[in-house]
């Protein structure tokens, strides 16, 4: 599981979540990430406090990473304000409703229907793509460069793809490629990211 941890109250941890990094753990401590191509950005975010590592020195950046942990870290890499926002059906007793819920309220996230939010699903390209466009308040554009496999993109992630690729937060593969619903990995996140603060 991932490395944030959402509570209430100081000192107590979800049992299905590891205990993170100790805030004042430096990113470049970090032994997973020396030499990676998302080095320079995971210290950003790490630095910002907005993400963490876990607790065996690793950030794992090839690990792919959640919808609610994409959402938590968007609410705190962008100092989100909290908000009481919709409580999904499947969010209620996770630990990470309330950022889903700030974010839901911020209009940055959106359920796959009213009552469902998959906050356990590994969180797609295209849905990493059009939820980084709304935190970064980024009017879409509907011209973005044309990947080789731009017909798979969601007819509601184009728009946002585009947005994103054109403001060059976020890119495509060597091959052309987009891989719209391709996982994302902790490393793209964190890319995208500060590419977009």
Same mark, same amino acid.
């Given at each position: /599981?991932?490395?944030?941890? %959402?509570?209430? *109250?100081?000192?107590?941890? !979800?049992?299905?979540?590891? =205990?993170?990094?100790? /805030?004042? *753990?430096? +990113?470049?401590?970090?032994?997973?990430?020396?030499?990676?191509?998302?080095?320079? #950005?995971?210290?950003?975010? &790490?630095?910002?406090?907005?993400? $963490?590592?876990?607790?065996?020195?690793?950030? =794992?950046?090839?690990?792919?990473?959640?919808?609610?942990?994409?959402?938590?870290?968007?609410?705190?890499?962008?100092?989100?304000?909290? /908000?009481?926002?919709?409580?999904?059906? !499947?969010?209620?007793?996770?630990?990470?409703?309330?950022?889903?819920? #700030?974010?839901?309220?911020?209009?940055?996230? $959106?359920?796959? @229907?009213? #009552?469902?939010?998959?906050?356990?699903?590994?969180?797609?390209?295209?849905?990493? %793509?059009?939820?980084? &466009? /709304?935190?970064?308040?980024?009017?879409?554009? +509907?011209?973005? *460069?044309?990947?080789?496999? @731009?017909? =798979?993109? $969601?007819?509601?992630? =184009?728009?946002?793809?585009?947005?994103? @690729?054109?403001?060059?937060?976020?890119?495509?593969?060597?091959?052309?490629?987009?891989?719209? *619903?391709? $996982?994302?990995?902790?490393?793209?996140?964190? #890319?995208?990211?500060?590419?977009?603060?």
């Amino acid at each position: /599981k991932f490395a944030i941890i %959402a509570t209430e *109250k100081p000192g107590v941890i !979800d049992k299905e979540q590891p =205990q993170p990094v100790e /805030k004042d *753990k430096k +990113a470049i401590d970090l032994k997973d990430i020396q030499g990676h191509w998302a080095e320079k #950005t995971i210290k950003e975010l &790490v630095a910002s406090g907005a993400v $963490s590592g876990y607790p065996d020195g690793t950030f =794992q950046p090839n690990k792919t990473i959640t919808r609610a942990e994409f959402s938590t870290i968007l609410v705190k890499a962008f100092n989100l304000e909290t /908000k009481t926002g919709k409580v999904f059906n !499947d969010t209620a007793g996770h630990w990470a409703k309330d950022n889903i819920a #700030t974010a839901q309220a911020h209009g940055i996230v $959106s359920g796959y @229907s009213d #009552t469902t939010f998959g906050p356990n699903d590994n969180i797609t390209r295209e849905q990493m %793509a059009v939820m980084i &466009v /709304k935190a970064a308040k980024l009017s879409e554009s +509907a011209a973005g *460069k044309t990947f080789a496999d @731009s017909s =798979q993109i $969601s007819t509601w992630a =184009q728009k946002a793809v585009a947005t994103a @690729s054109e403001n060059q937060i976020i890119n495509g593969y060597p091959d052309n490629t987009f891989k719209p *619903k391709a $996982s994302a990995t902790r490393a793209e996140a964190a #890319t995208v990211i500060v590419k977009a603060l």
